[in-house]
């Protein structure tokens, strides 16, 4: 479980998370919604321990990661799969060669072995025969497709997806939806998703949190999400020009 | 003439204003307070590259040892560096020879051009002219390639999967420069010595035997070990201020320009400094 409590941080003296409070429960799928400069990023660089809280703490596992060193933070990565909002693929590696990365680093399967996998997980994202491109000459979507296959290479026990269906066509978009409840079904990992589509928010979330201002604003089921009458959430859901949203913030 | 006397009366009576508004607004005081910024700044600045620099070494040490990126960086930094290090060594060589034969004439003492050419170029033009010459070519592609790494996040998706980005990119590309510098300056030396047989004997028909005696007895094995050790200092600092400036890089793909030709001109001045003080102090 990964535990935030009254999380702030502020880049220069522009505040960003206020006062922070949420739990992503070990063995769902949490999704974090919110506008756009809200802070969402900001939240999974702080799971991931690129950024640290100016104040509050962030507990994984039962830990107060407060606590730990670049060694500790290091050693529990390696549980960890983080895909970037722009899929942040190394330029200087092809799609097969992405995917293998943390295989080759971690394990010390064959080179065989290492194929079938990457296969395996590139087949899944709805990738095939582009294993051998390179990377800089993929579209935005299939870029993030690459970039899922090597945050889920390892099958880490926390993957932490970054809009993961942001670019994508509504079929590719249902298709990584789907790929999403299968393997946390099959694995009964914790899944963090940011998300800017209700209809795959709700499609595969547990618990819904939004973020307004640096705060959580509704931390709850989905079931309740779609039925809350929230004024925030319902704007946020229908997409309304008029209501409590401060647009030009 | 009156109106440029006049001009200048004006320009001092400018200047003391000015001066007068400044000591009634009190503004100097600030001076010392940037002139104190600055300062700080410049020392969180070293105090940042050297800890930055120690964790690079530091991680030679310890598993994973990355050979393979390791020749590719010595490929990069010194097999791609050979048409260059072999134009200005020739260059080099040829434009020295011919401008001592012609001073050296004056005294009657033409055939020590290869003794004195061989000495300059093993002591310092070698190293120092190599160094510069890689430094163009590597510091910028180096801080160019990490600087893009940071600014796309491959640095932190390195860090996502658990991987030291400092043991992944720094630690390969110094071995590979403080490794590679000599071989490419006994290089550059070897075509510039080449270019000074052509000049001396071939073209100024000089005597060839005193050619080469001069040579055994101006330049000893300890002369070369020198210009080669200074050169792989030159590599380490090339390479460091290389992955320095990448490392750090903010702003986008501007942040990536600035960072590109900072490493060029970092580079060249603290090689030039660094190799006034050794050649002053050390060897
Ligand atoms: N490293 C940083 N330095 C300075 N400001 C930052 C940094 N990272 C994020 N910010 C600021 O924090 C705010 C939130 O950024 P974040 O990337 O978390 O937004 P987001 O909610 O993910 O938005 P989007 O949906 O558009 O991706 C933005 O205003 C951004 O400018
Ligand atoms: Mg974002």
Known sequence: MIRFEQVTKSFGAQPILNGVDLTFPKGKISV???????????????????????????????????????????????????????????????????????????????EEEIQTL?????????????????????????????????????????????????????????????????????????????????????????????????KVVFDDTTQAAQNTDNPLVRQFVEGQLNGPFNIYY | MKRSIFGVKAWVAASLEGLAQTIREQSYRQVPESVGRFSIHQVLTL??????????????????????LFTKQLEFIGNKSLVVITLTGFAVGAILSLQLAHTLRNFGSENLVGGVVALIMARELGPLMAALMINGRVASAIAAEI???????QIDALESMAVDPVQYLLSPRLVAGTLILPVMTM??????????????????????????????????IAEILKGLIKSSIFGF???????????????????????????????????????????????
């Open chain 1, 32 to 110: 974090v919604i919110g506008r756009s400069g809200a802070g969402k990023s900001v939240i999974l660089k702080h799971v991931m321990g690129f950024i640290k809280p100016d104040n509050g703490k962030i507990w994984i596992g039962g830990e107060d990661t407060s606590e730990w060193d670049q060694k500790t933070w290091r050693h529990n990565r390696k549980r960890f799969g983080m895909l970037f909002q722009d899929s942040a693929l190394f330029d200087s590696m092809d799609v097969m060669e992405n995917v293998a990365f943390p295989l080759r680093e971690h394990t010390h399967k064959s």
């Open chain 1, 118 to 214: 990457v296969m395996e997980k590139l087949k899944l994202v709805g990738l095939v025969n582009a294993e051998k491109k390179a990377t800089t000459d993929l579209s935005g979507g299939m870029r993030k497709r690459v970039g899922l296959a090597r945050a889920i290479a390892l099958d880490p026990e926390v993957v932490l997806f970054d809009e993961p269906s942001s670019g994508l066509d509504p079929i590719v978009t249902h298709v990584i939806d789907q790929l999403i409840l299968d393997t946390q079904a099959q694995t009964g990992c914790t899944y963090v998703v940011i998300s800017h589509d209700m209809a795959s928010a709700y499609r595969i979330a547990d618990k819904i949190t939004m973020l307004y201002e640096g």
């Open chain 2, 47 to 68: 105090g940042r590259a050297g800890f930055l620099c120690a964790a690079a070494v530091a991680a030679l040490f310890r598993p994973p040892f990355r050979w393979r």
């Open chain 2, 147 to 153: 600087g893009t790494m940071r600014v796309t996040e």
């Open chain 2, 187 to 220: 290089i550059f030396n070897m075509i510039g010595m080449i270019a000074c047989w052509l000049v001396s004997i071939v073209l100024l028909q000089l005597d060839e035997g005193v050619f080469f005696a001069k040579i055994d007895d101006f330049v000893g």
């Open chain 2, 237 to 283: 600092i090339l390479a460091f201020i290389g992955c320095y400036k990448g490392f750090y890089t903010r702003g986008g793909a501007q942040g990536v320009g600035q960072a590109t030709t900072q490493a060029v001109v970092i580079g060249s001045v603290v090689i030039l400094l660094t190799d006034y003080f050794i050649g002053a102090f050390l060897l």
